[in-house]
């Protein structure tokens, strides 16, 4: 069996635009991306996808997600890292930080913004899908470790959940 290396790409869940003088950065969620967020995570929960690290843009939308999503997996497990790098990183930079990653984690979710993670998506799977706010993408990649990483690497997307796609009971 060869090396694999799981990547998850989780969008922030849809943020509220009713205050139009609040920073980009500092844009909070509403009121469904409060519940689209839990959602995800309870899906995270439900089909135990568990990463081992967590490497999140320092957005106030994205540390709400976090917080939501990973509330419904009970006590974390997994560190949970802010890089100012990760606010609205295209697909270039999201291939360096994961060039940077020197622990063997096999799980490693990336916690971020489009356009760069539908981007991302469509470089390193070959696949043009919509990534919408919630969504949770499963890619798989033979590597050894994250460090061997790089912009031409193709991986397979193995799954793309998008919460208006689920329900709403578990």
């Known amino acids: ?29 509403n009121e469904r991306g409060r519940k689209a967020a839990a959602r995800m995570g309870r899906l995270m929960r439900d089909e135990r996808i568990t990463p081992d690290l967590v490497l999140s843009s320092t957005s106030r939308r994205t540390r709400e997600t976090a917080e939501l999503a990973f509330a419904e997996l009970g006590p974390s497990p997994f560190p949970v890292h802010y890089l100012d790098d990760l606010y609205h990183a295209d697909p270039t930079q999201i291939a360096h930080i994961l060039s940077q990653i020197s622990e063997p984690d096999a799980c490693v979710m990336l916690l971020g913004h489009n356009p760069g993670l539908e ?31 790089s912009e031409s690497l193709h991986g397979s997307l193995r799954h793309l959940w998008k919460p208006k796609q689920l329900s709403d009971e578990s």
């Open 1 to 29: 069996m060869s090396p694999k290396k799981t990547l998850l790409l989780f969008r922030h869940a849809k943020s509220s635009w009713a205050d139009a003088g609040i920073a980009d950065q500092d844009r909070p969620l």
């Open 119 to 149: 981007e991302f998506l469509a470089l390193h799977t070959g696949q043009k899908q919509s990534f919408p706010t919630a969504g949770l993408a499963v890619i798989d990649f033979k590597l050894k470790s994250w460090n061997q990483f």
